[in-house]
């Protein structure tokens, strides 16, 4: 799910904006916090680095950047979506999204180390793909099993 859509979401949760509910599928589970506007601008940098050899930007700066950039653009697209409805987004830090914030940093974190070029590759990277990709669903899975205990979940309409 990208960023944009948990953004969206978490302003209907709030009461902000009205939102159909999103099915609560298998596979909605497994993609639910892959922050995939972080994910895509990542690729695009690993994928740029070689023409900017030289300059001093690796791979880990790459990863390290997005992994702080990710919150920030969650909750950017949080009060977007909070200025959009027309809605006060000059809301207190308590009434922030905390929880998607820190679940899609996490997931980004986990996630771009499936990417090939990570800069922790810790084995080949035929090893080090595999345990990233296996740890990627573990991880998106953990995610979506614990939402309930941070945050409210009101049962989709059938």
């Known amino acids: 799910m990208s960023i944009n859509a948990l953004a969206v979401d978490a302003a209907a949760k709030s009461g902000a904006i009205i939102q159909p509910p999103l099915n609560d599928d298998v596979l909605a589970g497994l993609t639910k916090y892959i922050p995939t506007e972080s994910v895509t601008m990542y690729v695009a940098a690993i994928s ?80 080090s793909g595999v345990v990233s990709a296996l740890a990627a669903l573990f991880v998106s899975t953990l995610l979506n099993l614990l939402t309930p205990f941070f945050e409210s979940v009101t049962p989709s309409a059938t």
């Open 48 to 127: 740029s680095l070689m023409a900017l050899q030289g300059t001093g930007l690796t791979t880990a700066i790459a990863y390290w950047f997005f992994i702080c950039f990710t919150p920030v653009l969650m909750l950017l697209l949080f009060l977007r979506q909070l200025a959009i409805a027309g809605k006060d987004w000059k809301i207190s830090a308590s009434q922030w999204p905390w929880w998607r914030i820190i679940a899609s940093t996490v997931a980004f974190s986990v996630w771009a180390l499936a990417v090939p070029g990570n800069p922790l590759n810790f084995a080949d990277a035929t090893v």
